[in-house]
């Protein structure tokens, strides 16, 4: 059974129990027509409910109602009803989902920023390469005022770039984001 199953018959736990107090797990698994395969698996579910959850939902072990009639007990609380109408697990489960999709997407859009910080570097250094190359490859009077001057207009190219970048960073990732934020409203 997967989560939302699991969240489902969570739900159907608690309704039962809620319009039949002091209900045995045996009875329960009975009425909601044996749910799961094995009745252990069934308590496990119920027991995770009390562990988790047991300002909505308690279990007891113990005499019901005489001596012959024992095994665990399941109860509700003043809380049960109130759970129920905001949704239950199945609500909590789907609100998960909900976060965990929205975490995945400002990861995958974090990782995106990320991807393009190589850009400026590499078109600096071929920028800083080809200049090299042409001053040295051509035999002319150079001062070294101008190779300064050179050198200065690269290091004002790589600035140029890199703030470029960074605004072009900013802004794919808020695109990134608003993008999430509107396929999340639609859906």
Same mark, same amino acid.
């Not at 997967?2 to 969570?10: F, R, V, Y």
């Given at each position: 059974?997967?989560? +939302?199953? *699991?969240?489902? +018959? $969570?739900?159907? *736990?608690?309704t039962y129990v809620m319009n039949h107090n002091n209900s045995k797990a045996e009875n329960v698994y009975k009425a909601l027509g044996n749910p799961m395969n094995d009745i252990d698996k069934f308590r496990d579910v119920a027991q995770n409910i009390f562990t988790h959850h047991h300002k909505y939902f308690k279990i007891r072990q113990g005499i019901q109602y005489d001596q012959n009639d024992s095994g665990i007990i399941y109860y509700k609380t003043d809380l049960t009803k109130s759970f129920l109408k905001i949704g239950g697990f199945t609500s +909590?489960?789907?609100?998960n989902e909900k976060d965990l999709h929205m975490e995945? $997407?400002? $990861?995958?859009?974090?990782? $995106?920023?990320?991807?393009?910080?190589?850009?400026? *570097?590499? *078109?600096?250094?071929?920028? +800083?390469?080809?200049?090299s190359y042409s001053i040295l490859t051509k035999k002319s009077d150079i001062t070294q005022e101008e190779i300064n001057s050179i050198n200065n207009k690269i290091d004002s190219l790589k600035s140029d770039f890199k703030k470029e970048n960074n605004k072009l960073k900013e802004q794919l990732l808020k695109s990134d984001l608003l993008i999430a934020v509107y396929e999340d409203s639609i859906f």
């Open positions: 059974m997967d989560e +939302l199953g *699991i969240a489902q +018959l $969570k739900d159907r *736990i608690l +909590l489960y789907e609100q995945r $997407k400002v $990861k995958k859009a974090s990782n $995106k920023k990320t991807l393009y910080w190589w850009v400026p *570097i590499v *078109i600096s250094s071929m920028s +800083l390469l080809f200049s």
